[in-house]
Nanobody, 124 residues
Framework: VQLQASGGGLVQAGGSLRLSCAAS????????MGWFRQVPGKEREFVAA????????SYADSVKGRFTISRDNAKNTMYLQMNSLKPEDTAVYYC??????????????????WGQGTEVTVSS
């Protein structure tokens, strides 16, 4: 499967952005999906994940209550709605897919496919 992340940009603190991750292939609905982010010089970190059905989600503590992950299997697309953005949310955001599908994994090594990343910059 190929993943294409989009929707990044420059936003002021307190603002909102919605990231999208479009997937190729007819098996998108079987995959668990996740969002990760990385700041230059630091390790990539987990942001949010969602099971194949959307029934299970998980979030990093740093984004709980501000970010919402969702998916539309009919459109082969996953979303990350980011509200109340903070300067520390600045990073390149990556979407990822794992073939198990049943859970919402926060562990990077579980994921089999990765998108190219979309950059989010939050100014103070």
């Amino acid at each position: 499967v190929q993943l294409q992340a989009s929707g990044g940009g420059l936003v002021q603190a307190g603002g909102s952005l919605r990231l999208s991750c479009a997937a190729s292939g007819r098996t998108f609905g079987r995959y668990g999906m996740g969002w990760f982010r990385q700041v230059p010089g630091k390790e990539r970190e987990f942001v949010a994940a969602i099971s194949w059905s959307g029934g299970v989600t998980s979030y990093a503590d740093s984004v709980k209550g501000r970010f919402t992950i969702s998916r539309d299997n009919a459109k082969n697309t996953m979303y990350l709605q980011m509200n109340s953005l903070k300067p520390e949310d600045t990073a390149v955001y990556y979407c990822a897919a794992e073939t198990g599908g049943a859970y919402a994994f926060s562990v990077e090594s579980v994921y089999d496919y990765w998108g190219q990343g979309t950059e989010v910059t939050v100014s103070s």
